[in-house]
């Protein structure tokens, strides 16, 4: 009899054929996106998956309530379409954001945002054991056709703006990129299929439509139907330049990319960071053109390290360039750029560490042989061959140590240290012998340049009145300098010993005085 009706009224075989058409499209759309994803490893189309499974449950639903006769069987419907329709929302938003490609939400965020959509589909499952979502519902026939008369529960609007809210995200996240890629078409074509189920929900809500048809379920599957040939057929370029858009302008580095003609191809965020004229170069400008870029890296087969001021802000920069090769064929070459100011502050800071003496700030022993003897070495190549030795001593330092304390007698050191390094040369190298021992190798330097210098030093330091954990007190040092060209040694070796020896003759001559080595002059050190 049921059978007999359905074939009679014209009208509901049309519903009836509507709703088994909109399933089967809903069905084949979800199989071809998702075999689709596994050949092209598409794991960004995830949401959009649950979003299709989403739209195939209402479909699905909406067919069973098309075909219903009994309020029980339109109420199966009724339940399967809420299985999804929560969800439509959010899945559509967690979507938008992976297209987009910003930072996925955190698993528990995520969660948060499914879980209340659940909660609604089983508000309305549980239906009639809890009346929150639907407080009634009512099945009526009309002209042969049934449909289910509901009545809006506490849930019903607050479900409907939870799916409306995070449909205008969703919008709002796909519009913004493609308006900053000025893809207008596409913004347009993915807008209607956004809008259609939107609008008509809105129309259904305000009785444009007839109590007997329920169109929001076609105008999903429209609109999922538009955005799969979207994504998936007609415009696989835009997908692929949004996977332009997570990797290259979500890098750490700046991106540059040129043609085999050098002339501007690309270039990301942080690129325009660093070289904020690229927001005014056209492509197709040549990269010489293009203030501050690095030029030098493209001739390069290694690394490239620059210093870059920005603003008060020196950084140290490291950029590298590969080339694009096609068919045996260079097509274009790439620039990364990356702020490497940390780490070469950290390699700065371990290269002084295993130089310096960590005390003074001064050389340490193997360091300054290593270069003095090599600056040594170069001096004698020259035709003036001069240079000079400082060996200095601080005076009594054992008794400081013992009177004061041995952090005092630190302190003390550290002080004649940063003495030391501001009165000398670049080219001077200065070093901490031993214990209290300093040693400084002046290249290029005469005899009197040098004695004039020592005895600054040695002026300058018995001015110096220390003021340490409330003591005050003064030091002494004495001086011992051997010339290169007045004492002719044999190496640097040789150098150091002789100016050992005069430092010898300083303290023996009763300390606190510079001395000069001369070849009559003692070899027994003095304590």
Same mark, same amino acid.
């Given at each position: ?67 219903? +006769? !009994?309020?029980? &069987?339109? /109420?199966?419907?009724?339940? $399967?379409? @809420? ?8 899945? *559509? ?55 289910? +008369? !509901?009545?809006? &529960?506490? /849930?019903?609007?607050?479900? $409907?703006? @939870? ?8 919008? *709002? ?355």
């Amino acid at each position: 009899m049921v059978l007999y009706k359905l074939l009679l009224d014209r009208k509901r075989i049309v519903v009836s054929i509507l709703s088994v058409a909109q399933f089967i499209f809903a069905v084949i759309a979800i199989v071809i996106t998702s075999s689709s994803l596994v050949r092209l490893r598409q794991k960004r189309l995830m949401y959009f998956i649950l979003l299709s499974v989403a739209v195939v449950f209402h479909a699905l639903g909406y067919f069973f309530v098309t075909t219903a +006769v !009994t309020l029980d &069987g339109a /109420l199966i419907g009724w339940k $399967l379409m @809420y299985l999804g329709v929560p969800l439509v929302g959010p899945t *559509y938003y967690l979507f938008s954001r992976d297209y987009r490609g910003l930072k996925r939400h955190s698993l528990p965020t995520t969660f948060i945002i499914l879980f209340i959509g659940l909660v609604f589909s089983w508000s309305v499952v549980a239906y009639p054991l809890t009346t929150v979502y639907y407080s009634g519902a009512e099945f009526v026939q009309l002209a042969d056709i049934g449909y289910l +008369v !509901t009545t809006p &529960g506490i /849930l019903y609007y607050p479900c $409907l703006i @939870y799916i409306s809210i995070f449909m205008l995200l969703g919008i *709002y996240n796909l519009l913004r990129v493609f308006f900053m890629e000025r893809r207008f078409k596409g913004a347009a074509l993915f807008l209607t299929a956004v809008l259609l189920p939107f609008v008509v929900q809105i129309l259904s809500l305000i009785k444009v439509f007839p109590q007997s048809l329920h169109p929001t379920s076609a105008a999903l599957v429209m609109g999922m139907i538009l955005m799969f040939f979207f994504l998936l057929r007609h415009r696989q370029d835009e997908w692929q330049s949004t996977g332009r858009e997570l990797v290259v302008e979500n890098m750490e580095s700046a991106f540059i990319l040129v043609d085999r003609n050098r002339k501007l191809l690309d270039y990301n965020k942080h690129a325009k960071e660093f070289f904020p004229s690229l927001s005014e170069a056209k492509i197709g400008t040549p990269i010489d053109q293009i203030e501050r870029i690095p030029l030098e890296v493209l001739e390069m087969n290694d690394a490239y390290h620059f210093d870059f001021g920005m603003g008060e802000t020196t950084l140290n920069l490291s950029a590298m360039s590969t080339d694009i090769m096609s068919s045996g064929l260079h097509t274009g070459t790439y620039i990364l750029i990356s702020n490497d100011t940390e780490n070469h502050k950290m390699m700065q800071e371990l290269t002084r560490l295993a130089r310096c003496d960590d005390l003074t700030g001064l050389y340490n022993r193997v360091t300054f042989f290593r270069d003095a003897t090599l600056s040594f070495d170069l001096t004698q190549r020259q035709e003036s061959k001069t240079g000079c030795v400082l060996m200095i001593d601080i005076d009594y330092f054992k008794t400081v140590n013992d009177t004061y304390g041995h952090a005092t007698g630190d302190e003390v050191l550290r002080r004649i240290g940063s003495i030391i390094l501001n009165r000398f040369r670049r080219t001077d190298v200065c070093g901490r012998y031993g214990g209290e021992e300093l040693c400084i190798w002046m290249p290029s330097t005469r005899l009197h340049g040098a004695i004039k210098v020592a005895e600054e030093i040695r002026e300058t330091i018995k001015g110096y009145v220390f003021n340490i954990d409330d003591v005050s007190f003064s030091v002494t040092i004495s001086v011992g300098i051997a010339s290169v060209v007045e004492s002719m040694p044999s190496d640097f070796e040789d150098l150091m010993k002789k100016a050992d020896i005069a430092l010898y003759e300083a303290k023996r001559s009763g300390r606190d005085r510079v001395n000069v080595y001369h070849e009559d002059a003692p070899e027994t050190p003095v304590a």
